[in-house]
């Protein structure tokens, strides 16, 4: 069974970069999409970016575009987000989901995934 694990949250100054990293073990994540999400408190969940399983196939949510980017190294069986310009209201837990049939805009839209991890905490000072 595919596990998911988040690192690279930390405490970083507005304006400032941050790069996630989604490692998963149990499975090859070459045959998942992968989507990166975040939820701060009181807040719903938002979707930030997907990737399809060749990278081919791109999505960026209204809150990543121009400022995060997302990639995948399935030789390492991680996924990344790198963050810029980071901005207060970026605080929040960030994880990242898998899904093995579902498209890049499924996985965004509609917050499908079969699996998830448990998150990473970003905070973002002013």
């Known amino acids: 069974q595919l596990q998911l694990v988040e690192s690279g949250g930390g405490l970083v100054q507005s304006g400032g970069s941050l790069t996630l990293s989604c490692a998963a073990s149990?499975?090859?994540?070459?045959?998942?999409?992968i989507g990166w999400f975040r939820q701060a408190p009181g807040k719903n969940r938002e979707a930030l970016s997907c990737?399809?399983?060749?990278?081919?196939?791109?999505f960026y949510g209204v809150a990543a575009k121009g400022r995060f980017t997302i990639s995948r190294d399935n030789a390492k069986n991680t996924v990344y987000l790198q963050m810029n310009s980071l901005k207060p209201e970026d605080t929040a837990v960030y994880f990242c989901?898998?899904?093995?049939?579902?498209?890049?805009?499924?996985?965004?839209?509609?917050?499908?995934?079969?699996?998830w991890g448990r998150g990473t905490q970003v905070t973002v000072t002013s």
């Open positions: 989901g898998a899904d093995a049939v579902s498209s890049v805009q499924v996985i965004c839209g509609m917050g499908r995934s079969d699996y």
């Open positions: 149990g499975s090859s994540l070459d045959s998942y999409g």
């Open positions: 990737i399809s399983k060749d990278s081919g196939n791109i």
